[in-house]
């Protein structure tokens, strides 16, 4: 099965600067790899996601990176804001090939943009 | 936008007692799961269910734990009897299935076990 690791566990940038998260997955077959946002007592949202037949991808001030060779894969903000301050999760399908189905999360980077 | 709703928003009860958390997935999604995250930890599935019947488990959902679509709209979880370490948020999801992306997280139900 799928083994997901996030780094770090915590994040601290100045409002306006860059932020970027990692995860490494264990599974070659892994074909999606979607980002999740958390905000304090809420819901996981789906904010940017990839899938294995392109390298990168981007969304206004968000961009998922993957390298399939070293098995990881990076969430990139640019231009961070105050709201940007959440809990972030990496994730990876539990059974490649099952696409969103059952997913692993990583562990977790708690993001917090200083003013 | 439609949304996954869950209910309660939270739960408490003692130790022992018998739990039932419910859901109203998204109503032309196909597949539902339930997921729990311990205070401070990672997202962890628990299940997924697909036409009427469960479709993967995980070791977390032992026999404790069951689930159950009473009718064409619910989908409930029901902890037979609860422990401590059951305390975590427990948050319902769906999805139209397959390869066809993006997981819909309903608000969360809290539970505490006291």
């Known amino acids: 099965g799928e083994n997901v690791e996030q780094h770090p566990s915590t994040l601290s940038v100045q409002e306006g600067d860059s932020a970027v998260i990692k995860c490494t997955y264990s599974d070659s077959a892994s074909n999606y790899f979607p980002w999740y946002k958390q905000e304090l007592g809420k819901r996981p949202q789906l904010i940017i996601d990839i899938r294995s037949n392109v390298g990168e991808k981007k969304d206004q001030r968000i961009a998922v990176t993957l390298n399939k060779t070293a098995k990881h894969f990076s969430l990139h903000i640019t231009e961070t804001q105050p709201e940007d301050s959440a809990v972030y999760f990496c994730a990876a399908p539990k059974r490649p090939g099952q696409g969103a189905q059952k997913l692993v999360f990583g562990q977790g980077t708690r993001l917090t943009i200083n003013p | 936008e439609p949304e996954v709703t869950q209910t309660p928003s939270h739960q408490v009860t003692q130790m022992g007692q018998e739990v039932i958390l419910r859901c109203v997935p998204i109503s032309n999604h196909l597949y539902f799961y339930w997921y729990r995250q311990i205070l401070g930890q990672k997202v962890e599935f628990l299940v997924s269910?697909?036409?009427?019947?469960?479709?993967?488990k995980s070791e977390i959902f032992d026999d404790q734990f069951s689930v159950e679509r009473p009718d064409g709209s619910n989908f409930t979880l029901k902890i037979r009897s609860t422990k401590l370490e059951d305390s975590a948020m427990y948050f319902c999801a769906s999805n139209r299935g397959g390869d066809t992306g993006e997981l819909f997280f309903g608000e969360g139900s809290r539970l505490t076990v006291l």
């Open positions: 269910f697909y036409n009427n019947e469960i479709s993967e």
